[in-house]
Structures are given as C-alpha cells and as structure tokens.
T-cell receptor, first 117, second 109 residues
Framework: DAMVIQNPRYQVTQFGKPVTLSCSQT?????MYWYQQKSSQAPKLLFH???????NEADTPDNFQSRRPNTSFCFLDIRSPGLGDAAMYLC????????????????FGPGTRLTVL | TQLLEQSPQFLSIQEGENLTVYCNSS?????LQWYRQEPGEGPVLLVT?????EVKKLKRLTFQFGDARKDSSLHITAAQPGDTGLYLC?????????FGTGTRLQVFP
C-alpha cells in the first residue's frame, strides 16, 4: 500500500544534542511537509518542499533544518534541541500545485514523538 | 492572516448522541478539508469540500461547506466510542493547509 512512513516513532534525545527525524513516501507526491504538534493543539507547519524547492515558514526557528535528497525522502534536523522542542513531529505529502480540490489533499505519516531530556 | 476557529474546543458525550462541530473563518477558501486524529497517530483525511453549499456524507458523518466558502460544519449522528479523537478542519491555501484550532471529541460507552 502507498504510504507515508516516519522513523523512528519515538525518539529521545538530550538537551542540545542534534537529532534527525526521517520521512519516506511511496506516493510519488511532489510536496513534502514537516509539522510540529504539541499536546491537543493543531499541527504547526515548519516548512515544506515542492520538489526541490524549499519553503520555510516565517516563524520557524533556525534550530530546525530540513533536507530532501530525492522525491521519496525528507529529513528534519534539530540542531540543538531544547525542552520546548519536545512534541510530535508529523510528515505529510500532497500532489501539490492546485487551486483547490484533490491536488491539495495531504497524507500524514504516523508521527515521531520527540522527548528532550 | 487566515484563521480558522473551531467550536466547541472540547466535547464529551454519551454513545448514541448527535453532535455538530463548527469551523469558521473570515477568509474565503478554495476548498476545505476535515481530518480526524487519534492519540499517537497522524491526522487522517475524512473529506474535502470544494463547492459553496456542498454537502458530503460519510456514513454517520455529514459535512457541509458554507455558501460563501468561509465556514464548514461536521455533524455526527449517533456517535460511537470509535468516533473519539481530535477533529481538525483545514482550509486550503495553494500548497499549504491552514488548520483550525481543533475539537477534541470523547464519546463514552
């Protein structure tokens, strides 16, 4: 089945120790997104790639970086995690570049829950 | 800034009751999506509404898009414990989604 896969599902890191979260997709979608979600809140978009074009949200801290080496994979790097970065990190994909309708439907992975000690 | 306000924020009901969740904005969206998210999982798309006034049904769930495409509602008939979760509306803005504030639904047996 076509899907969005995130690894690991649970990640524990220490304060200030760099961590990388990974996402892969078999949907062959053009757009890949990274969201941060804290308890009982809506997902907050950090950035997205349309193919190789990187689009950063204005309020995303510099501590968060991303890489998309090919269509299938996208990585989220947190350079120096702080206690406030503990959250669920969601990856999503979509076909992209439409004015509405099916091309903008997003398919989410199961998320990676990050704990910062 | 486009904002989507959902109400209520929290809802606890007994199995068999009906409920409606509202999603309101002052902005017009080309389309709007509803997602359900269960604890520890990613959101799952339930429906996309595109046309003003559109009504879509998914078993016991009825979704409506406002005529002016600024608001939407989700009505659940005879709620079941399996409907428990976080319901999110999301307005489509080119390649991005503007998520609503969320409604956490708990259905007790």
């Amino acid at each position: 089945d076509a899907m969005v896969i995130q690894n690991p599902r649970y990640q524990v890191t220490q304060f200030g120790k760099p961590v990388t979260l990974s996402c892969s997709q078999t949907l062959n979608h053009n757009v890949m997104y990274w969201y941060q979600q804290k308890s009982s809140q809506a997902p907050k978009l950090l950035f997205h790639y349309y193919d190789k074009d990187f689009n950063n949200e204005a309020d995303t801290p510099d501590n968060f970086q991303s890489r998309r080496p090919n269509t299938s994979f996208c990585f989220l790097d947190i350079r120096s995690p702080g206690l406030g970065d503990a959250a669920m990190y969601l990856c999503a994909t979509s076909r992209g570049r439409g004015s509405g309708g099916l091309s903008n439907e997003q398919f989410f992975g199961p998320g990676t829950r990050l704990t910062v000690l | 800034t486009q904002l989507l306000e959902q109400s209520p924020q929290f809802l606890s009901i007994q199995e068999g009751e009906n409920l409606t969740v509202y999603c309101n904005s002052s902005s017009v969206f080309s389309s709007l999506q509803w997602y359900r998210q269960e604890p520890g999982e990613g959101p799952v798309l339930l429906v996309t509404v595109v046309t003003g006034g559109e009504v879509k049904k998914l078993k016991r769930l009825t979704f409506q898009f406002g005529d002016a495409r600024k608001d939407s509602s989700l009505h659940i008939t005879a709620a079941q414990p399996g409907d428990t979760g976080l319901y999110l509306c999301a307005g489509v803005n080119t390649d991005k989604l503007i998520f609503g504030t969320g409604t956490r639904l708990q259905v007790f047996p």
